[in-house]
């Protein structure tokens, strides 16, 4: 089992930055691949990107390559998003998932999911 705790969402200008963390327990955090997803209101969930077990490979939505960048420090057990210029359009709940082996773009073949941060974006 995995648990996920996300955390440094918040309120931010359009044009500004905000760096999410999700924080694993377990000691077998660094075998897990990552992804991070998000859902506005109104909206299906949707990929934002995700990263392999050892961080040698990350991928990308359209909407966020080049703005947003994923990473992992497997010894703090944490992965990050670091999200640059943001856009209102990117107001939503974010969430991380892990997986023992899949990190690619569809949510239900994550096995484990966080809560959830709220990110909000204004014009």
């Known amino acids: 089992q995995v648990q996920l705790v996300e955390s440094g969402g918040g309120l931010v200008q359009a044009g500004g930055s905000l760096k999410l963390s999700c924080a694993a327990s377990?000691?077998?955090?660094?075998?897990?691949?990552m992804g991070w997803f998000r859902q506005a209101p109104g909206k299906e969930r949707e990929f934002v990107a995700s990263i392999t077990w050892n961080g040698d490979y990350s991928y990308y939505s359209d909407s966020v390559n080049g703005r947003f960048t994923i990473s992992r420090d497997n010894a703090k057990n944490t992965v990050y998003l670091q999200m640059n210029s943001l856009k209102p359009e990117d107001t939503a709940v974010y969430y991380c998932?892990?997986?023992?082996?899949?990190?690619?773009?569809?949510?239900?073949?994550?096995?484990?999911w966080g809560v959830g941060t709220q990110v909000t974006v204004s014009s």
């Open positions: 998932a892990a997986d023992p082996s899949y990190y690619g773009r569809r949510g239900s073949m994550y096995d484990f």
């Open positions: 377990g000691r077998t955090f660094s075998s897990y691949a």
